[in-house]
């Protein structure tokens, strides 16, 4: 069971760094870009997107 919750958890890890990535990427293609509702909503979705992957992580990390 350990290996198995050793493997999702780095998976997870793997996806997080992906996502922020990603995120770091948008951030500096659309800086000096105005403010919008369409970019407002993408940098929330990355942000529930780690959000989630984190939440995962604790659960993976507290379960039996």
Same mark, same amino acid.
């Given at each position: 069971?350990? &290996?198995? @919750?050793? &493997?999702?958890?780095?998976?997870?890890? @793997?996806?997080?760094e992906?996502? @922020? !990535?990603n995120? @770091? %990427?948008? &951030?500096?293609? #659309?800086? #000096?870009?105005?403010?919008? !509702?369409?970019?407002?909503?993408?940098?929330? !979705?990355?942000?529930?997107a780690?959000?989630? &992957?984190? %939440?995962?992580?604790?659960?993976?990390?507290? %379960?039996?």
């Amino acid at each position: 069971m350990e &290996i198995l @919750k050793s &493997i999702r958890l780095r998976q997870l890890r @793997k996806e997080r760094e992906e996502i @922020k !990535a990603n995120r @770091k %990427a948008w &951030i500096n293609l #659309h800086k #000096h870009s105005d403010l919008d !509702a369409s970019l407002s909503r993408t940098f929330l !979705a990355y942000q529930n997107a780690i959000n989630r &992957i984190n %939440a995962s992580i604790r659960k993976v990390k507290n %379960a039996n």
